[in-house]
Antibody, heavy 119, light 115 residues
Framework: EVHLVESGGGLAQPGGSLRLSCVAS????????MNWVRQAPGKGLEWVSH????????YYTDSVKGRFTISRDNAKNSLYLQMNSLRAEDTAVYYC????????????WGKGTTVTVSS | DIVVTQSPDSLAVSLGERATINCKSS????????????LAWYQQKPGQPPKLLIY???TRQSGVPDRFSGSGSGTDFTLTISSLQAEDVAVYYC???????????FGQGTRLEIK
């Protein structure tokens, strides 16, 4: 069965850092592009970042450019999100999601990990 | 910036009746290189991650009941649930990919309830 499991969330102070991880199982991770999507409490979905299967192409939403870095280790079936200079508005559930057929839609999602930025 | 707007924000429909949700984008979702619309629809129930229902504007994801259908092209799209079931109560999101500059944008969501 296909699974994505996120970890690494928690409480961080404004200006602090966190590193999120997502471990994939049940499919050939190295063949798929991946995404991070977040959802602030009681709010809608916001795409954060996308990385192709070879890491050749990486995209970010404007609000995280220069602060967040997406990466992956295909040998470890793992996706990462390094989050620096955290702000209160980064508080959200962060989901790892696999690119679906045709690309740029998301057919498999993890359950999410919660990031809270507060002093 | 791409703006994707759903309407209505909330919707109440009787069991067995049709539900229609609209999605309008400020930029075309049509990709001329492969003649596909990069527009997807998701369902999210409370406490759960989103579930992909439709991609390429009208292709149903495997395992999704055929009462769910998508239509539209360019900047205007529609998700239709032909006969509402109790388990369809959820928030529905459309999502577009635009290539120049590359970005993925979700609509604000539509809350669907039983009347």
């Amino acid at each position: 069965e296909v699974h994505l499991v996120e970890s690494g969330g928690g409480l961080a102070q404004p200006g602090g850092s966190l590193r999120l991880s997502c471990v994939a199982s049940g499919f050939t991770f190295s063949r798929y592009s991946m995404n991070w999507v977040r959802q602030a409490p009681g709010k809608g979905l916001e795409w954060v970042s996308h990385i192709t299967h070879t890491t050749a192409t990486i995209y970010y939403t404007d609000s995280v450019k220069g602060r967040f870095t997406i990466s992956r280790d295909n040998a470890k079936n793992s996706l990462y999100l390094q989050m620096n200079s955290l702000r209160a508005e980064d508080t959200a559930v962060y989901y790892c999601a696999r690119d679906g057929q045709g690309g740029y839609n998301m057919d498999v999602w993890g359950k999410g990990t919660t990031v809270t930025v507060s002093s | 910036d791409i703006v994707v707007t759903q309407s209505p924000d909330s919707l109440a429909v009787s069991l067995g009746e049709r539900a229609t949700i609209n999605c309008k984008s400020s930029q075309s979702a049509f990709d001329s290189s492969d003649k596909k619309n990069n527009l997807a629809w998701y369902q999210q129930k409370p406490g759960q991650p989103p579930k992909l229902l439709i991609y390429w504007a009208s292709t149903r994801q495997s395992g999704v009941p055929d009462r769910f259908s998508g239509s539209g092209s360019g900047t205007d799209f529609t998700l239709t649930i032909s006969s509402l079931q109790a388990e369809d109560v959820a928030v529905y999101y459309c999502q577009q990919f635009y290539s120049s500059p590359p970005s993925i944008t979700f609509g604000q969501g539509t809350r669907l309830e039983i009347k």
